[in-house]
């Protein structure tokens, strides 16, 4: 059974220091990750989509690598308005799995 | 280009009742999905649609829970009768094919069991 976990739940940051989400997987034959970001009420933004360990991808103060066994998700110089819940799904098949997501908080 | 629709946003009802909820998806994508997501965790696929056919229904509790897609487009999902735990927002996404494209997401409907 596909699983994937995310760390840590919850981040909170001041505006400008940077850090790393965290999310391991576990699952046969790994087609894709994604990751997305959901702010409250609202349905999950599409971000990134990794193929193959070593894949890098950036968008604006995000970036997201993909190794064998995990996937980190970058933020540099984080500003209040990245605040948000930061999931991340797996595709091996036709199906996603998506982790438990990690909440950020960036204080001005 | 107009993203997923759904409807309604948010549904209260007491357990034992039914409900159904409605999604437009992205015109031209072929793949629909219903995902149950609780408060708290990541969202839980509960079926997927190709045009208009079921391909994964694994997780779908099928005594309460149904879903159409008449025609390739529109879809519902209804869950009868509702139980307490079935409280969870509801969202619907769409993608142009199944394999390894991302999928978009609608805002979802937030129902709660009484």
């Known amino acids: 059974e596909d699983q994937v976990t995310q760390s840590p739940e919850a981040l909170r940051l001041q505006e400008g220091e940077s850090s790393s989400l965290n999310c391991s997987y576990t699952?046969?034959?790994?087609?894709?990750l994604f990751w997305y970001r959901q702010d409250p009420g609202k349905g999950p933004e599409f971000l990134f989509t990794?193929?193959?360990a070593g894949e890098e991808k950036e968008k604006e103060r995000l970036k997201a690598t993909l190794t064998k066994k995990e996937s980190f998700l970058h933020i540099t110089a984080p500003k209040p308005e990245d605040s948000a819940t930061y999931l991340c799904a797996v595709s091996a098949g036709n199906m996603l799995t998506f982790g438990g997501g990690t909440r950020l908080m960036v204080k001005p | 280009e107009a993203g997923v629709a759904q409807s309604p946003r948010y549904k209260i009802i007491e357990k034992r009742q039914s409900v159904a909820f409605w999604c437009n998806p992205i015109s031209g994508h072929a793949t629909l999905y219903w995902y149950q997501q609780i408060l708290g965790q990541g969202p839980k696929l509960l079926i997927q649609?190709?045009?208009?056919?079921?391909?994964?229904d694994s997780q779908l509790p099928k005594d309460r829970f149904s879903a159409e897609r008449l025609k390739g487009v529109d879809s519902t999902l209804k869950i009868q009768p509702a139980k307490l735990e079935d409280s969870a927002v509801y969202l619907c996404a769409s993608s142009v094919s199944p394999f390894n494209q991302p999928q978009h997401f609608g805002d979802g409907t937030r129902l709660s069991i009484l």
């Open positions: 699952v046969s034959g790994l087609r894709g």
């Open positions: 649609f190709q045009n208009n056919g079921v391909v994964d």
């Open positions: 990794l193929y193959s």
